[in-house]
């Protein structure tokens, strides 16, 4: 059974500071994608992680893939407000399973 | 731009009633899902679909039916509702292959209460 696990759940972070949020897959697995979720609001793809050693940028996030440590990581860079939301990773173990989510980690950054 | 249209955002409703929850996609995605979110818990899956009138159980089935009678439309119902049920339900979608393009799009989420 695939399990997927994230730390922290929590995250209080200063504005500036950088920071990495880990997830953890106890399978096999062909992607991996994260998420951010707005109080109130839906799931909102950031990245889909397709292969070993993989990395994506958006802005202040970077995310990347070591399949052999079955390890994502979601850092930070120099957090500002608007980055405040709830993180979710999910993996595929592959075609067209369903997705299994991490519980998030809630991240708010204060000034 | 995908979209995934939930028919309602809140709901609130009786314990024993049944309870339909809605949702179309309009992207031509085989894959349909549902989800329910829970403070601690994370999303947990309920019944995903690949294909019309194709459903199979997830992690959390009881208490808990579906129907896809057409491909852009995926019904979640609660038989007889009741309060353990109350919770966010997210319904999402994707496509079926190995590309790029194969994350999970969802809905606003539907907030329903049972009383």
């Known amino acids: 059974e695939l399990k997927v696990e994230q730390n922290p759940l929590f995250l209080s972070m200063q504005e500036g500071k950088n920071y990495t949020i880990y997830c953890n897959y106890s399978t096999t697995s062909d992607r991996l994608y994260w998420y951010r979720q707005d109080p109130g609001k839906s799931l909102e793809s950031l990245f889909v992680l397709l292969s070993n050693g993989a990395v994506k940028q958006e802005g202040r996030l970077m995310a990347s893939l070591d399949t052999k440590a079955r390890l994502s990581t979601l850092h930070i860079t120099a957090a500002v407000h608007d980055l405040s939301a709830t993180y979710f990773c999910a993996v595929r173990n592959s075609g067209n399973t369903p997705l299994v989510f991490g519980k998030g980690t809630r991240l708010s950054v204060i000034a | 731009d995908v979209k995934v249209t939930q028919s309602s955002r809140y709901l609130v409703k009786r314990t024993g009633e049944k309870v339909f929850l809605e949702c179309v996609q309009d992207m031509d995605h085989e894959n349909m899902f549902w989800y329910r979110q829970d403070p601690g818990l994370g999303l947990r899956l309920i019944y995903f679909?690949?294909?019309?009138?194709?459903?199979e159980k997830g992690d959390i089935p009881e208490g808990y039916s579906v129907s896809r009678e057409k491909k852009e439309r995926f019904s979640l119902i609660l038989e007889s509702a009741s309060t353990n049920q109350t919770s966010m339900y997210l319904c999402a979608s994707s496509l079926t292959g190995a590309g790029m393009n194969t994350e999970a799009f969802f809905g606003q989420g539907t907030r329903l209460t049972v009383v």
């Open positions: 679909s690949y294909d019309v009138k194709m459903k």
